[in-house]
């Protein structure tokens, strides 16, 4: 696996562990197009828990907008 691959399904591997519910299992790439393109789905509607919150420096609960 090239490195700049596994840059990216490290990235979407951090993003899983607090919202992806689809992860990719392969990378894209454009012909003469610097880097890849990597497709998962997130869901931001998650409520974080309080270590999460705490982690990423976001508010959880009722006082969050």
Known sequence: MRP?????FA???SLAA?????TAERTTRE???PGVRL???LDLRQQLTE???TVTGT??????P
Do not use: D, K, M, V
Not at 4 to 8: C, Q
Not at 59 to 64: D, H
């Open 11 to 13: 990235f979407q591997e």
């Open 39 to 41: 497709r998962c789905y």
């Open 59 to 64: 508010q959880s609960g009722p006082s969050a």
């Open 51 to 53: 270590h999460e919150a």
């Open 31 to 33: 012909a003469g197009e």
């Open 4 to 8: 700049i691959n596994r840059t990216a």
């Open 18 to 22: 607090l919202w992806a519910t689809a």
